[in-house]
T-cell receptor, first 117, second 113 residues
Framework: NAGVMQNPRHLVRRRGQEARLRCSPM?????VYWYRQLPEEGLKFMVY????????ESGMPKERFSAEFPKEGPSILRIQQVVRGDSAAYFC???????????????FGEGSRLTVL | GENVEQHPSTLSVQEGDSAVIKCTYS??????FPWYKQELGKGPQLIID?????GEKKDQRIAVTLNKTAKHFSLHITETQPEDSAVYFC????????????FGTGTRLTIIP
């Protein structure tokens, strides 16, 4: 059973370009979370999605950032018109559907490291 | 929303000694508290977790304690080994549905051979 797959692992963009990060959750998992990690910092929540629905986007910047998790295919985190401050590691995590009271452990991918020149 | 604070930010211990990392949380409704280990260039991996109906949990050299009244929980690593060197994150969440995990700021643990 493959783990959470993220690609690309490394992405270099120039200021003003677009970055697209992909995440395929573990088999059977229907919940996807995106986190951002700046160098030497912790994991900051960005967005939580279920298939075709955004459940919580309270951590997403209001502009330039969007996320989707279509019925078919991976979840996509899209950053338009990137700036140097967007340089970070972006981690995707998935969890299985859970019953109330279930721990719903998060399984993380290896991350996508975005560098903006 | 939930706020998790973690201390210390860096910790160096002699190989074989114990390491303790502490976290506090703000949301009294949080009832699931995992600890993740992140090695250089890798994603975080769950090493142990505890739920609010349990005060302590142990798995070999790793243990976690929870004080719900004081809203703090701690990670204890005994007989530390070089491979324990990593960044450790605590986290907290409610478990009514798959809500988000809120992470602490991390502790960089270095084991000195």
């Amino acid at each position: 059973n493959a783990g959470v797959m993220q690609n690309p692992r490394h992405l270099v963009r120039r200021r003003g370009q677009e970055a697209r990060l992909r995440c395929s959750p573990m088999k059977g998992h229907s919940h996807v979370y995106w986190y951002r990690q700046l160098p030497e910092e912790g994991l900051k929540f960005m967005v939580y999605l279920q298939k075709e629905n955004i459940i919580d986007e309270s951590g997403m910047p209001k502009e330039r950032f969007s996320a989707e998790f279509p019925k078919e295919g991976p979840s996509i985190l899209r950053i338009q018109q990137v700036v140097r401050g967007d340089s970070a590691a972006y981690f995707c995590a998935s969890s299985p559907p859970g019953l109330a009271g279930d721990s719903g452990e998060l399984f993380f991918g290896e991350g996508s490291r975005l560098t903006v020149l | 929303g939930e706020n998790v604070e973690q201390h210390p930010s860096t910790l160096s211990v002699q190989e074989g000694d114990s390491a303790v990392i502490k976290c506090t949380y703000s949301d009294s409704a949080s009832n699931y508290f995992p600890w993740y280990k992140q090695e250089l260039g890798k994603g975080p991996q769950l090493i142990i977790d505890i739920r609010s109906n349990v005060g302590e949990k142990k798995d070999q050299r790793i243990a976690v304690t929870l004080n719900k009244t004081a809203k703090h929980f701690s990670l204890h690593i005994t007989e530390t080994q070089p491979e324990d060197s990593a960044v450790y994150f605590c986290a907290a969440r409610r478990t009514f549905g798959n809500e988000k995990l809120t992470f602490g700021t991390g502790t960089r643990l270095t084991i000195i051979p």
